[in-house]
């Protein structure tokens, strides 16, 4: 028998694990950097490490999602978080923390291979998009947890970096412990159980488009996100407490994402969240102080449905795609990410030389820089309010009989 909320408590805590890994590691980048003597390009590299063991772990669990079930994936998954978890404390060189940082980036992705599939399977309808965002919520959710743990760790209790790296073996071991034993839930999509079923699907103009999308949501959300520490260090504002602040803004967003597709659709949903999105990070590249919280608030906003209504569009409106479709989704957006990691640290270093060529040195080198950094970011979005415009004429004018032999 299966126990849907067992699975998807469980589902919650793997993800949870996931946020820390992102979170603390954004927390203590700049006590890595110094004591490794690593520069931001460097830094990128270990990043990149992170968003690619993602999408190559995403793509091996959809293809053998129902071959050996979601249980023996997340299996695999509980070994590479552990073993990443002590590898990254012990073993004291770049090198090593490349190592680390991949199987840490392996294991997040085979939750989202097999959590995102169980989810679509377990759940119908309106409730299968109100259960994606409330499972999805707890990546911003524990990144929350994360921030506020790597902040009192290392400001108030002047912790060291590896005892903060032990807290992301707490949900590691809960949710190994939730998912023992359980049974996991068949394809309601017969052809979603099929390889042939989910590459003739997959091959779709509409699954095309949304992959183009997701390489762009994806670098939307995690480009800012992962390098908040470094770019805002010096703008009067609290880097963690801006990180803080955005995902707790996205976990609350994300509890209430069943009702706001409802509304207006995946579609535009998606379209608005592109253009919050735009003006958030142009803020964050103008302000400073104060009103570095407020380009929080419009960039917390803009992000928070990226991710999951990418994935509910897809099992919604190209349901035959099956797991490996939601799988594949996934691992664009976090290949994407990967890919611009060290070009962002790149960015930085570059927009660094040119500032300091101009004169510039200490705060006001470090501001500009990262400000000039995150201007460059906005083409991101940008780009997006385009293709979320055209997707949502797109889908509004499509013809009934398609849209449901689609779902069909």
């Known amino acids: 028998m299966v126990n849907d909320k067992r699975l998807f408590y469980g589902s919650c805590f793997a993800l949870i694990t996931t946020a820390l890994s992102f979170s603390i590691r954004a927390g203590i980048l700049p006590q890595l950097g110094e004591e490794l003597s690593l520069s931001a390009t460097q830094l990128g590299f270990i990043n990149q490490m992170w968003f690619l063991g993602f999408p190559i772990s995403m793509v091996i669990g959809g293809l053998i999602y129902h071959k050996v079930g979601g249980k023996a994936i997340m299996q695999f998954a509980f070994f590479a978080h552990a073993i990443g978890i002590i590898m990254t404390i012990y073993s004291g060189s770049y090198t090593g923390l490349l190592i680390s940082t991949l199987l840490i980036g392996l294991g997040n992705g085979c939750t989202e291979a097999a959590c995102n599939p169980m989810i679509a399977d377990a759940y119908e309808g309106n409730k299968m998009s109100k259960m994606m965002n409330r499972f999805h919520m707890w990546f911003p959710g524990g990144i929350v947890i994360g921030s506020i743990v ?21 949900p590691t071991l809960i949710y190994a412990y939730m998912f023992f034993g359980q049974s996991w839930p068949k ?11 989910n590459l003739k699907a997959m091959v779709s103009p509409l699954f095309l488009f949304m992959i183009a999308c997701m390489s762009l949501t994806a670098i939307s959300e995690f480009g800012p996100q992962q390098w908040v520490g470094l770019i805002l260090s010096k703008s009067g504002a609290s880097p963690m407490i801006i990180l803080a602040l955005v995902t707790g803004i996205m976990a609350v967003a994300r509890y209430f994402g069943g009702e706001m597709v409802h509304k207006f659709d995946q579609t535009g949903v998606l379209l608005g969240s592109a253009v919050l999105a735009t003006i958030g990070i142009y803020l964050f590249s103008t302000q400073t102080g104060a009103m570095a919280y407020v380009a929080a608030i ?9 991710w999951p209504n990418m994935v509910g569009f897809v099992a919604d409106k ?21 890919i611009f990691q060290p070009i962002i640290g790149s960015w930085i270093d570059a927009d660094k030389a040119e500032a300091a060529a101009a004169g510039l040195t200490g705060d006001e080198l470090e501001l500009v820089s990262g ?3 995150l201007e460059t970011m ?6 997006l309010i385009v293709l979320f415009t055209i997707l949502y004429f797109w889908m509004k004018n499509r013809k009934p009989e398609a849209a449901a032999a689609t779902a069909s």
């Open 371 to 373: 400000q000039a950094t």
């Open 318 to 338: 190209i349901p035959k795609s099956g797991a490996l479709g939601l799988s594949i989704i996934g691992a664009v957006g976090m290949f994407s990410s990967s």
């Open 150 to 170: 790597s902040e009192v760790m290392t400001k108030v209790l002047d912790m060291s970096w590896e005892s903060q790296i032990w807290v992301i073996m707490i």
């Open 298 to 306: 419009f960039f917390a906003l803009g992000i928070a449905y990226f």
């Open 378 to 383: 906005t083409l991101f979005p940008g780009i």
């Open 187 to 197: 394809a309601k999509v017969k052809e979603g159980a099929t390889l042939m079923g």
